[in-house]
């Protein structure tokens, strides 16, 4: 079972910011926050991850809030070319203390709109 | 790099029928996965390996098989061919360090559309 919570849509005027949420309750302290994105037909893309503080890249900002339970990604000037499937995923650690399993849910539909 | 790469784009399979889906990385990346996709859901994991010669079971393995004899390449078989074995399949790849508590990125091939009639 996916231990995160996305709105299953979301929509976006073009040049805005796009703000997607994610709960992520369950959260443990040493996991990972992840986030994917797959355009239509084409495979999943990284987007960023953290552990407990904001993250900023090229493509986007990720805001954990201090308990860990939520984050949000920000997608500072939204394009139409960021229309996807945007995935939050929390890393599983196996019995070794290794982290490389990702469990997708069925993420948030981003809709850009001109 | 070309990164990661799957072959073929699209096939249709008769039941019954088996066939390989090929997948390969030139990035020397350790870890590879198979992933299915079915419409309108999420990604599922059916088989993984952390290096050459090691796979292991995901979260959907049942009636495939996979195979890992050197670092780059990861081919994914389908025996048996049903027709709930229609999906999108993708291959991944990432690199990992064992004792490091951290998932590290992973790049996704385009994807093999199968459809089983």
């Known amino acids: 079972d996916a231990k995160t919570t996305q709105p299953p849509s979301m929509d976006c005027a073009e040049g805005r910011a796009a703000n997607l949420p994610c709960n992520h309750s369950?959260?443990?302290?040493?996991?990972?926050v992840y986030w994917y994105r797959q355009i239509h037909s084409q495979g999943p893309q990284y987007i960023i991850h953290?552990?407990?503080n904001n993250e900023t890249n090229e493509m986007a900002s990720l805001i954990i809030t201090e308990d860990r339970k939520s984050s949000t990604l920000i997608l500072p000037h939204a394009t139409l070319r960021d229309t996807a499937v945007y995935y939050c995923?929390?890393?599983?650690?196996?019995?070794?203390?290794?982290?490389?399993?990702?469990?997708f849910g069925k993420g948030t539909l981003l809709t850009v709109n001109p | 790099n070309a990164g990661v790469t799957q072959t073929p784009k699209f096939r249709i399979l008769k039941i019954g029928q088996s066939m390989t889906l090929q997948c390969t990385q030139d990035?020397?990346?350790?870890?590879m996965y198979w992933y299915r996709q079915d419409p309108g859901m999420g990604l599922k994991l059916i088989y993984y390996?952390?290096?050459?010669?090691?796979?292991d079971k995901g979260e959907v393995p049942n009636g495939y098989n996979v195979s890992r004899s050197t670092t780059e390449d990861f081919p994914l078989r389908l025996e048996l061919a049903a027709p709930s074995q229609t999906s999108v399949y993708f291959c991944?790849?990432?690199?990992?360090?064992?004792?490091?508590?951290?998932?590290?990125?992973?790049?996704f091939g385009p994807g093999t559309r199968l459809l089983v009639l």
């Open positions: 390996s952390v290096g050459a010669g090691i796979t």
């Open positions: 953290g552990l407990k």
């Open positions: 990035m020397n990346h350790n870890y």
């Open positions: 991944a790849s990432s690199y990992a360090i064992s004792d490091r508590r951290r998932q590290e990125t992973q790049y």
């Open positions: 995923i929390v890393s599983e650690e196996n019995s070794g203390g290794s982290n490389y399993k990702l469990t």
């Open positions: 369950t959260i443990s302290g040493n996991e990972y």
